[in-house]
C-alpha cells in the first residue's frame, strides 16, 4: 500500500537526484512495543514507559520501560523498529543489516526482517511476543537488500520481587557494546545504533546490569504510523 505507491515515484527521484552529497534524512516509519501481550504504538505507550527523551520523527533518543514485579511474576518486553534512511533519493529498498557478537543472558531473541509488508514475519512476531518469540536471524544480509526493520524482546520470570528497567537508545554514533544490530543503507553516510540496557534493582536494594546490554544499529527513519499499512499482495 504505502510503500508501493511510492515505489515508482522513489525511482524516478533517484534518476534526477543530484550527484552532489548532502546530509541524510532519516525518520521513523513504524514502532511498537509489547508489554505482557499487549502491542502499543508510540501515540499509545503505557504510564510505565517514558519517551521523553525519543525524537518521535527520527527515531533518534532515548525510551526506557520500568516495572516492579512481584515474586513469581513473568514480564515480557519487546520492541519494533522500521526505520529509512534517505527514502526520497535512494528508495526503502536498498538496505541490509548486520549483527554483532551473541548475546549474552537468557530470555532474549532477536531478528532483523523485512517488515511484513513483502515476505518478512518479524511483525507477526512482535505481535505474538513471547508466544511466538524472535527467530535470532537476520533475513536481510549484504547481498540480498530490501527493506530492513529491527527488533529484539526478553522474558524473564522473577523469584522474588524486583524494579525492572529496560533502556533502547538509537545513535548515529558506534557503539561498545559486543551486541548490536544494524541497518545499512548503503547510499548514504548515516547509520544508527540502538543500544539496550536491562537493569533489575531488588526492592530496597541497588540495581544490577544484566547481561544482555545490546545495541541494534538501524538505518534510515520516516514518519510514525498510528495504525499499520501493509503492502498489497
Not at 520500568?66 to 511474576?73: C, D, H, L, Q, R
Not at 536491562?198 to 546490554?213: D, K, L, M, N, S
Amino acid at each position: 500500500m504505502r510503500k508501493v505507491a511510492v515505489v515508482f515515484s522513489t525511482l524516478l527521484l533517484v534518476c534526477l537526484a543530484s550527484s552532489t552529497a548532502s546530509a541524510a534524512t532519516i525518520g521513523l516509519f513504524e514502532f511498537g512495543l509489547n508489554v505482557n501481550g499487549t502491542l502499543f504504538t508510540l501515540a499509545t505507550l503505557p504510564a510505565a514507559a517514558d519517551a521523553s527523551a525519543f525524537d518521535p520523527t527520527t527515531g533518534l533518543g532515548k525510551l526506557t520501560y520500568t516495572k516492579t514485579v512481584a515474586n513469581g511474576e513473568t514480564l515480557s518486553v519487546a520492541v519494533f523498529f522500521d526505520h529509512e534512511i534517505d527514502e526520497a533519493t535512494n528508495t526503502f529498498f536498498n538496505e541490509y543489516g548486520v549483527k554483532g557478537s551473541p548475546i549474552e543472558g537468557g530470555g532474549w531473541s532477536w531478528e532483523i526482517d523485512e517488515p511484513g509488508y513483502s515476505f518478512g514475519d518479524i511483525y507477526d512476531h512482535l505481535t505474538g511476543f513471547p508466544g511466538t518469540p524472535f527467530d535470532d536471524t537476520n533475513a536481510v544480509p549484504a547481498g540480498s537488500e530490501d527493506d530492513v526493520s529491527m527488533a529484539i524482546g526478553h522474558t524473564r520470570t522473577y523469584g522474588e520481587a524486583f524494579k525492572v528497567t529496560y533502556t533502547f537508545e538509537l545513535t548515529g554514533q558506534p557503539t561498545a557494546a559486543a551486541f548490536w544490530l544494524k541497518q545499512v543503507d548503503p547510499d548514504s553516510p548515516a547509520e544508527i545504533y540502538l543500544t539496550t540496557s536491562y537493569t533489575t534493582q531488588p526492592i530496597g536494594g541497588p540495581a544490577i546490569p544484566e547481561p544482555g546490554t545490546m545495541v541494534l544499529l538501524l538505518s534510515g527513519l520516516g514518519v510514525v504510523a498510528a495504525a499499520r499499512f501493509r503492502k498489497s499482495a
